[in-house]
Nanobody
Framework: QVQLVESGGGLVQAGDSLRLSCTAS????????MGWFRQAPGKEREFVAT????????AYADFAEGRFTISRDNLKNTVALQMNSLKPEDTALYYC?????????WGQGTQVTVSS
């Protein structure tokens, strides 16, 4: 069993940056595809970014392209999401997820609030 715990969320102003972290425990996630998702109040959960097992391949939602960067450290069993130039519409609960072939494991989320 894998436990994922997100951290790094908070209240920031538009234009600021935040770095979210996802720490895994229970087993290594070095073979997992990992991703970040978010859910804003009243909206469905949406994809933000994904990274393959060794970090060689990444993909982003259109709104994240050029502003967000996903990375991983398999030695530390962590995944990060660097978010720059934050906008009020980035306000959401951000989730870390991962698995061998799909997003089987999910964290509880970390809140990001961006004020205008």
């Amino acid at each position: 069993q894998v436990q994922l715990v997100e951290s790094g969320g908070g209240l920031v102003q538009a234009g600021d940056s935040l770095r979210l972290s996802c720490t895994a425990s229970g087993r290594t996630i070095s073979s997992f595809v990992m991703g970040w998702f978010r859910q804003a109040p009243g909206k469905e959960r949406e994809f933000v970014a994904t990274i393959n097992w060794n970090g060689a391949d990444t993909a982003y939602a259109d709104f994240a392209e050029g502003r967000f960067t996903i990375s991983r450290d398999n030695l530390k069993n962590t995944v990060a999401l660097q978010m720059n130039s934050l906008k009020p519409e980035d306000t959401a609960l951000y989730y870390c997820a991962g698995g061998r072939q799909d997003y089987h494991y999910w964290g509880q989320g970390t809140q990001v609030t961006v004020s205008s």
